[in-house]
Nanobody
């Protein structure tokens, strides 16, 4: 059973930085595009960023563009989300997710992903 495990969340002051990690089990991590989403209480799950299998193509939501960076290390079976200049409105549970093998598309909606991690809490104080 393939699993995704997020880590790196925590409490940070506005303007600070965090790096989230998403560790994947299995032998074929490099075959799958990955994404990051977030969900605040009472709100829908929101797209944050996506990355293709090689790491060469990335996409970001307008709200995080220029502040967040998605990356991956296929040798370590791990995807990352570096978050800089954090704002209180970034407070949410952050989830990583795996897209199906051979999926064609950008991956901007949760329905385009087949596997999710348990999430990691990010809290940004003002």
């Amino acid at each position: 059973q393939v699993q995704l495990v997020e880590s790196g969340g925590g409490l940070v002051q506005a303007g600070g930085s965090l790096r989230l990690s998403c560790a994947a089990s299995g032998r074929t991590f490099s075959s799958y595009a990955m994404g990051w989403f977030r969900q605040a209480p009472g709100k829908e799950r929101e797209f944050v960023a996506t990355i293709n299998t090689s790491g060469e193509i990335t996409n970001y939501s307008d709200s995080v563009k220029g502040r967040f960076t998605i990356s991956r290390d296929n040798a370590k079976n791990t995807a990352y989300l570096r978050m800089n200049s954090l704002k209180p409105e970034d407070t949410a549970v952050y989830y990583c997710a795996k897209r199906p093998f051979g999926y064609r598309g950008i991956g901007l909606h949760p329905r385009e992903y087949e596997l999710w991690g348990q999430g990691t809490q990010v809290t940004v104080s003002s």
